[in-house]
Nanobody, 122 residues
């Protein structure tokens, strides 16, 4: 079992940075493929970024070159560094972990955090 808790959300101006954290308790985070998802108001949850235990990273086209996903095994924490934020990046960001990496991008995961709100003002 893994419990996930996000933090770091908030209000930021367009063009600014923000770093989200996802702390895991229970089993080591490094044994799972993990990722970040965003749900904007009135829209479905969408994939943002993922990282596997081997360090393979994937990003959605809309955030590639602006967002960076990383992990700190010593802290059992995953991060999402978001730079050059845009108003369309607004939403609730949730982290997820799964034992089967291939399905993570489709939004299928055993463990989910509650989410943290990110609001980007124009």
């Amino acid at each position: 079992q893994v419990q996930l808790e996000e933090s770091g959300g908030g209000l930021v101006q367009a063009g600014g940075p923000l770093r989200l954290s996802c702390e895991a308790s229970g089993r080591a985070f490094s044994t799972y493929a993990s990722g970040w998802f965003r749900q904007a108001p009135g829209k479905e949850r969408e994939f943002v970024a993922s990282i596997t235990p081997s360090g393979d990273r994937r990003y959605s086209d809309s955030v590639k070159d602006r967002f960076t996903i990383s992990g700190d095994n010593a802290r059992n924490t995953m991060y999402l560094q978001m730079n050059s934020l845009k108003p369309e990046n607004t939403g609730v960001y949730s982290c997820a972990a799964t034992s089967l990496a291939i399905r993570l991008r489709r939004g299928v995961a055993e463990y989910w955090g509650q989410g943290t709100q990110v609001t980007v003002s124009s």
